[in-house]
């Protein structure tokens, strides 16, 4: 049994090698569009599965796959990854002294079985002048980011609270998915 992990994010990579994990990493193409008409805890988890379902093929018939979507929705403006320096100062600018969410959705398959779930954690980000996101975006940091801010970075500074899974910000519930894999037979901590 092995565990592949389907994202090319360094950080989801990172995260499960914290856990000890040992696994590979395995992506294909998938329709990645979201539909902004449906509800984005719906979505992510669509999203997810989609990923985890493009790379099934490549698997074995008894490897674990891992797949994850993250969102950021701020007065119910959903926001992936900016397109462009513009469209991360845009995003910054909206996040800007208030609550927002970060979604994402997760997909395990394993042979014929797949649970599919998302965890919604709230965070609320302090004022930022126009300068400090100039200055963000211009570090490069929020190019790659859902929400155009890494929680694990030097967005650090613009985090006044968070309420949930920290790691669910960085890009995958960790707690949740740790509970799945202890389901399948999976040894975390050596138990």
């Known amino acids: ?9 360094p950080r989801r990579s990172e995260l499960l090698e914290r856990l000890g994990l040992d696994f590979v990493v395995r992506t294909a193409e998938h ?21 985890a379902q493009a790379v099934y093929p490549l698997c074995n018939e ?5 797949a994850a979507d993250t969102i950021v929705v701020c007065d119910g403006l959903i926001m992936g990854k ?17 609550n927002h969410e970060v979604i994402s959705g997760l997909c395990v398959m394993h042979g014929d079985k797949m ?3 998302a965890v919604t954690t709230t965070l609320r980000m302090r004022h930022l002048s126009d300068e400090e996101i100039r200055a963000y975006i211009a570090t490069g940091e929020p190019m790659d980011k859902a929400g155009a801010y890494a ?5 650090a500074m613009f985090i006044v ?3 949930g899974d920290y790691y669910n910000v960085v890009g995958l519930p960790v707690c949740t998915l740790s509970t799945i894999l202890r389901k399948l037979g999976v040894k975390l901590l050596g138990c």
């Open 115 to 117: 649970e599919v779930t």
């Open 82 to 98: 900016p397109r462009s320096e513009a469209d991360a100062f845009s995003m910054l600018r909206r996040l800007s002294g208030r």
């Open 62 to 66: 008894d490897d674990i796959i891992i």
């Open 161 to 163: 609270g968070i309420d």
């Open 1 to 9: 049994m092995g565990i592949i992990l389907a994202s090319a994010s």
């Open 151 to 155: 929680i694990q970075g030097l967005a």
């Open 31 to 51: 329709d990645e569009t979201f539909n902004l008409s449906a509800a984005p805890f719906d979505e992510v988890q669509r999203i997810s599965t989609l990923k």
